[in-house]
């Protein structure tokens, strides 16, 4: 083909720059009107480089030279068309893979037709559907060379997209994350991650449950045993029962946690599926901790005035490190640390996906939530100083905390710790720890019976955070309480709760007056 290009043009110059005429191109519809199939081949492609945009250079020829004349090139403007045709080998001339020399091609006025770097996108070459035939053969379908998939052109309206590479893996949505040995399925990664995290929490959980049971045993075995067999004096003062003042309950929790529960917690670790539901079981056991927290406060005074003396002795004969302190505030510690450990638990158990279990486990925290508080509240009634009432007659703990309350006397508000049980709610002043060792103290004020109480939900001037309490008994005649919370929140708790207890005296009082009608009253929906 290279050898009819040369024979049917002649050269002018050293630099072989060609001309040629320029066949007419089709002013309607803008492709180029060729020849019957006999035509030359070199007219044929002559005819393609009037047409183009940017001329198709020859791919086994070098970078060609520009002229200065290639800033006028005037190009023909290019139509969309059905089909894509792109220009084989030979048809441009590429018959030796050798490089040539540049080569300029010209008009006839003159014109340079400025030849694309080979580093530059070439454009698609489109015709018609009638011109196909002519261009392409059945022998030359072989040899076509695909130039703008090469280069990453756009395809024409109505054709369908080039197809993204066989090994890319950032497809949105896709299931595999790439890792250093291939693909991995990112849902499995996560689960698996998720299960050794939970794992490493439940072996935490099963040590320092060990660790617990050696601490509950210094208490009982050590102490509590050498105070019972006298073998060092006791003072008296320790004597005649004070002995369970200073341990509570703690024999009963050692021996639940050393036979049965510790064992438990150890089988949790192969089978973690038992965790949620062994809370759930021994939800009553566990209630236990509350009676130890509400003795703590007597316990700890006691302690106090004997820490240097005779518990100190005991400690150098049995050769423990830790102070008894130390050790008696351990169950108030685990208490806590149980709830922590299930919620990370519970965590990791979600993110692996197992539902059943993380059911079970919300069951779990959720106790685990509920008792600890319970064990708090209670402690902090043991550290109420001055009520001259029996105070575990007073019934269940429903709520406590700190609240601002007007003074009777000089209508003052002033911060007070308030405890409301079934049948009494307390007033006190609150004293803070005088230091990081010590706990604080809860001084009387005053107290109002339930059953001779009056709830205003609304103050006087309107404000939201506020409610009154009066009191009916005639020996405390004019007592009244104006009472604020924090927040709307907190004051619409403590109201919500008032409410439910005269609600409760209320019913309780008629059903005392009349007992038929209210049993009446109760059952009338199970007749309707």
Not at 79 to 95: A, L, P, Q, Y
Request: charged share 30%; net charge negative.
């Amino acid at each position: 083909m290279r050898n009819a290009v040369l024979s049917h043009c002649c050269c002018r110059r050293k630099d072989y720059t060609v001309k040629r005429e320029s066949p007419p191109v089709s002013s309607e519809v803008g492709f180029v009107s060729y020849a019957d199939s006999s035509s030359s081949s070199s007219k044929l492609r002559g005819n393609f480089r009037k047409w183009l945009c940017n001329p198709v250079r020859k791919l086994s020829h070098g970078r060609l030279d520009r002229t200065p004349g290639d800033v006028g090139n005037v190009c023909a403007k290019k139509h969309s068309s059905d089909f894509k045709v792109v220009i084989s080998k030979e048809e441009m001339g590429n018959k030796s893979s050798s490089p040539g020399p540049p080569v300029n091609i010209t008009n006839e006025d003159g014109e340079c037709e400025a030849q694309t770097e080979e580093n530059e996108v070439e454009d698609n070459v489109f015709i018609p559907n009638e011109e196909k035939s002519e261009v392409s053969n059945t022998n030359e379908n072989d040899d076509l060379v695909a130039s703008d998939d090469q280069t990453g052109n756009d395809t024409l309206p109505g054709t369908s997209p080039s197809e993204e590479p066989e090994d890319s893996l950032s497809q949105e949505g896709s299931p595999f994350l790439e890792g250093p040995n291939g693909l991995i399925p990112t849902n499995e990664e996560e689960h698996e991650k998720a299960l050794v995290k939970r794992r490493f929490v439940l072996q935490e959980l099963v040590d320092t449950e060990r660790d617990y049971v050696r601490d509950l045993g210094l208490l009982v075995e050590g102490y509590l045993n050498l105070m019972r067999t006298n073998e060092i004096p006791v003072p008296e003062d320790l004597k005649d029962g004070k002995d369970k003042i200073v341990f509570g309950n703690i024999e009963a929790i050692y021996e639940w946690h050393r036979d049965s529960f510790c064992a438990e917690i150890e089988k949790c670790l192969e089978e973690p599926q038992r965790l949620g539901l062994l809370f759930r079981r021994y939800e009553r056991r566990l209630s236990m901790y509350v009676v130890y927290c509400q003795n703590k406060p007597k316990s700890e005074y006691i302690v106090s005035e004997y820490l240097d003396t005779f518990f100190e002795e005991a400690r150098q004969k049995l050769g423990h490190k830790l102070q008894i302190p130390d050790l008696l505030i351990k169950p108030v510690q685990r208490i806590m640390k149980y709830q922590l450990l299930l919620k990370d638990i519970l965590k990791y158990t979600e993110k692996a996906g197992l539902e059943e279990e993380a059911q079970n486990l919300r069951k779990a925290v959720q106790i685990m939530h509920v008792v600890p508080k319970a064990a708090n509240d209670m402690m902090n009634v043991g550290r109420l100083q001055g009520f001259d009432g029996k105070i575990t007659a007073q019934g269940k703990l429903l709520q406590q905390g700190i609240l601002m309350v007007s003074d009777p006397s000089t209508g003052k508000m002033k911060e007070r710790q308030v405890f409301l049980f079934e049948q009494i709610i307390i007033f006190s002043d609150f004293i803070g720890p005088k230091s990081q060792f010590s706990a604080p103290v809860y001084i009387y004020k005053n107290h109002i019976q339930v059953n001779k109480m009056a709830l205003e939900e609304r103050s006087e001037d309107g404000d939201p955070t506020k409610f009154v309490l009066k009191s009916k008994d005639p020996l405390q005649s004019g007592l009244t309480f104006v009472i604020q919370g924090r927040t709307g929140e907190e004051r619409n708790e403590w109201v919500a709760n008032l409410r439910a207890i005269l609600d409760t005296q209320l019913d309780f009082l008629r059903a005392l007056q009349s007992p038929i009608a209210y049993q009446k009253e109760l059952t009338k929906d199970i007749y309707i």
